[in-house]
Structures are given as structure tokens and as C-alpha cells.
């Protein structure tokens, strides 16, 4: 139940394509859904976040779209570019509690 | 968003030894820091939640003896490594959550993560 399911485990799109990231949870107590980039050998930096009252926010080319009827978010990236590669990470968390991560998405943008 | 650092970026030490690693957040207090440990091409592992002034909340399977916690301020927490060892090289990276700068307008649950330590044990 405490598990956040996130696929694809790896990505490539072309330059200027969408590159689409999908999460499942189990856990309907979970109000707050993030999505971490993180490039290597660095730490995870917040893209974007979501609760789950609303059903899409935007941030600039990055999109999260959450259905909690079917326990799922995704993250959209639009016009990807080459410096979007990098891995992503959903994860989860019940307000004021840790956060449970996805097992990441390694995105390659071909230029 | 909100700053966190960490201190030293890498360290290489010798079997047996004790290493700490330093997470600070610069421009909030954070009430709550976590400390995780990352292998490679493998997503992020909770090793421990400390609240200032207290315990450190230690998940199953982390030997708090081995990775002791300190969390002496709102600022400032501590991850020692107790006479480390090869299986001990890792990735550990820390992240903050607490009050939120004026203006900031960020989520209350938000999490901010540090650059990372790289910890070779030989």
C-alpha cells in the first residue's frame, strides 16, 4: 500500500517531442504527489507538485495531470530538449509525513 | 525554491574509519530532515527522519548505531558513519522541510534536497 509504481523505466523522445511519466499509487491517503529531476551525481530538485484536489498544474514545458478516481498522476514535458534529460521521480507522501518514491525514469532527449 | 547544502561533497576514507556529513539549509529553518542513501541507477532509500531536538526515526532495516543522527538545530543535521565500510560507499543525500520563506508560495510538504555526498569506503 505504500508503494508508488512509476513507469517507464527509461524514455527516449526526440527534440521538441512530449515526453510522458506515469505513476500509480495504492494508498488513498496520500495528498501530495511531487516529481523530482535529478541529473547525475546530483541531488533531486522539485519540478513540480500536485494535491490531489486539483486535477492538472502547469509549471512552464512540465505538466502534472492526476486522476484519483484511478490512482494515477503523470508528468507531461513539452518541447523536450536535449537538457530535460535526466532521471524523474514521482513520489508521495500523506501531509507531514516522508515521502515514498517511485524507482525513477531515466529520460533521454535526442537532439 | 529553498537551499540545502551539504558538506563534503565527496570523501574517500579507509575501512574502520567514521565519517560525517553535513546537511544545512540556508535560507529556512527546517523543522524535519531526512537522509537518504542512493545506489546507482536506483531510486532514493529513507535511511532516517530527524525532528530538531530529538530522536532520529530510523527505518527498518538501518542500524542507528552504524549511521548515527543529529539534528542540534533548525538548520544544521548531522549524519555520521561508524567505522565505515566498503558496502557502506553509497550516495547519501539529505533533504529539508520546515518553514517556508516570505513569498516563496511552496507547498508546506515540500522537500529540499541537497547535492549529495559520495562516500568511497577502501
Known amino acids: 500500500q505504500q508503494q508508488v509504481k512509476q513507469s517507464p523505466q527509461s524514455l527516449i523522445v526526440q527534440k521538441g517531442g512530449i515526453s510522458i511519466i506515469n505513476c500509480a499509487y495504492e494508498n488513498t491517503a496520500f495528498d501530495y504527489f511531487p516529481w523530482y529531476q535529478q541529473f547525475p551525481g546530483k541531488g533531486p530538485a522539485l519540478l513540480i507538485a500536485?494535491?490531489?484536489?486539483?486535477s492538472e498544474k502547469k509549471e512552464g514545458r512540465f505538466t502534472i495531470s492526476f486522476n484519483k478516481s484511478a490512482k494515477q498522476f503523470s508528468l507531461h514535458i513539452m518541447d523536450s530538449q536535449p537538457g530535460d534529460s535526466a532521471t524523474y521521480f514521482c513520489a508521495a507522501s500523506r501531509r507531514g509525513n516522508k515521502l515514498v518514491f517511485g524507482a525513477g525514469t531515466i529520460l533521454r532527449v535526442k537532439s | 525554491g529553498a537551499v540545502v547544502s551539504q558538506h563534503p561533497s565527496w570523501v574517500i576514507c579507509k575501512s574502520g574509519t567514521s565519517v560525517k556529513i553535513e546537511c544545512r539549509s540556508l535560507?529556512?529553518?527546517?523543522?524535519?530532515m531526512f537522509w537518504y542513501r542512493q545506489f546507482p541507477k536506483q531510486s532514493l532509500m529513507l535511511m532516517a527522519t530527524s525532528n530538531e531536538g530529538s530522536k532520529a526515526t530510523y527505518e527498518q532495516g538501518v542500524e542507528k548505531d552504524k549511521f548515527l543522527i543529529n539534528h542540534a538545530s533548525l538548520t544544521l543535521s548531522t549524519l555520521t558513519v561508524t567505522s565505515a565500510h566498503p558496502e557502506d560507499s553509497s550516495f547519501y543525500i539529505c533533504s529539508a522541510r520546515g518553514g517556508v520563506r516570505a513569498g516563496a508560495g511552496s507547498l508546506t510538504d515540500t522537500q529540499y534536497f541537497g547535492p549529495g555526498t559520495r562516500l568511497t569506503v577502501l
Open positions: 500536485i494535491r490531489p484536489d486539483v
Open positions: 535560507d529556512f529553518q527546517a523543522t524535519t
